[in-house]
């Protein structure tokens, strides 16, 4: 099944709780949460706060995405804020399988994310313990960038592997999506689809029905 992860880091935060609940009434089933600490990436976003207050603004699966240096550290306090699933980038941990048990161990649903230039082939070795992997198709840290065509390929690939070992785990995509691109990564084998300007810019709703209707 594909699903469409609205990105609330292109929201306006002055009425963040109305217009998620819209994404949610157009039938986004996700809700993507990026974290950034100005380490890993170069910008700051949000944290545990945020995250805490806007859990009750729907029902949506919350999809956080951290993008910070050694992710251990903090994934029972984004666990209780209300992650549903937690994604960490295998280049920000020196134990990767450490993170991914910890996810497990506070019940929830485990992802680990590579950028651009990061071999698909980091992932093989975790592939069998994560729920997702997350394959950024822009350079972690900015919304508003184009998608990088070459990352295609690495969603093809991924999906190949994921088939060759016989398991059933979701491929997200993150960054440069429009509504006249989500076509490109659906068809390369990716299911979960992040977009932020494309479901915020303008109408929230025709936006995100418009996309999802893209993706079947």
């Given at each position: 099944m594909n699903i469409l992860a609205p990105s609330i880091l292109s929201a306006d935060f002055t009425i963040l709780g109305e217009q998620i609940a819209k994404t949610e009434e157009a039938g986004a089933q996700y809700l993507h949460f990026d974290v950034m600490d100005g380490i890993f990436v170069p910008s700051i976003s949000f944290g545990l706060p945020v995250l805490k207050s806007i859990r009750k603004a729907s029902n949506q699966i919350y999809d956080v995405h951290l993008m910070i240096e050694e992710p251990i550290r903090y994934i029972e306090e984004f666990a209780e804020s209300g992650a549903d699933i937690i994604t960490f980038h295998v280049e920000a941990a020196s134990d990767p399988r450490e993170v991914i048990d910890k996810i497990h161990s506070c019940g929830k649903k485990a992802g680990m994310s590579i950028k651009?230039?990061?071999?698909?082939?980091?992932?093989?070795?975790?592939?069998?313990?994560?729920?997702?992997?997350?394959?950024?198709?822009?350079?972690?840290?900015?919304?508003?960038?184009?998608?990088?065509?070459?990352?295609?390929?690495?969603?093809?690939?991924?999906?190949?592997?994921?088939?060759?070992?016989?398991?059933?785990?979701?491929?997200?995509?993150?960054?440069?999506?429009?509504?006249?691109?989500?076509?490109v990564?659906?068809?390369?084998?990716?299911?979960?689809?992040?977009?932020?300007?494309?479901?915020?810019?303008?109408?929230?709703?025709?936006?995100?029905?418009?996309?999802?209707?893209?993706?079947?």
């Open positions: 651009p230039k990061t071999s698909v082939y980091a992932l093989r070795p975790y592939l069998e313990h994560l729920d997702m992997v997350l394959i950024m198709t822009v350079e972690p840290g900015f919304g508003g960038q184009k998608y990088i065509d070459e990352c295609t390929e690495k969603i093809v690939a991924t999906r190949k592997m994921i088939t060759e070992m016989g398991l059933n785990t979701d491929i997200e995509i993150d960054g440069g999506v429009t509504i006249n691109n989500i076509h990564p659906v068809e390369a084998g990716a299911n979960v689809i992040v977009a932020g300007s494309a479901v915020f810019n303008g109408n929230i709703t025709e936006n995100v029905k418009a996309l999802i209707g893209e993706m079947r």
